[in-house]
């Protein structure tokens, strides 16, 4: 994976800032990857670095159902060929993204959840 690491820090120019002897700069962290954008690389990396050591091979998370975390989650388990389950609390709606991630990109597991998290939990231990 071609993280951009460390990220940019880049310099706003205005005339006002001048004005008021003030400088303003900006770590771009929306430039790490197209896909693992913003601050998502430092918080996962942790939770990568632990399942690879203890010989883990899936990875899973909760999110809300317009989660970039999720989506970031999916992509960068992928990479070194971790399964990942996302899970969302709410009503499986036909047209929303999660539907459009599920149709078209199988290898990812969302799972939408309704009930308590405590429910949830205890099914996925009887799974894995």
Avoid at 9 to 20: A, P
Avoid at 23 to 50: E, P, T, V
Wanted: glycine share 8%; proline share 2%.
């Amino acid at each position: 994976m071609n993280l951009n690491i460390p990220s940019i820090i880049t310099k706003i120019n205005s005339n006002l800032f001048v004005q008021k002897e003030v400088q303003l700069f900006l770590k771009r962290d929306d430039l790490i990857h197209n896909i693992i954008s913003g601050n998502k690389w430092r918080k996962l990396k942790y939770n990568f670095k632990a399942a690879k050591l203890g010989g883990y091979r899936t990875i899973l998370s909760f999110g809300g159902e317009y989660s970039n975390h999720l989506h970031a989650l999916s992509y960068a388990a992928n990479q070194p060929g971790l399964k990942s389950i996302g899970v969302v609390r709410g009503a499986k709606k036909k047209n929303s993204i999660l539907h459009y991630l599920f149709v078209n990109l199988k290898k990812w597991i969302f799972i939408i959840w309704i009930g308590p998290y405590i429910d949830l939990i205890s099914i996925l231990n009887r799974c894995y």
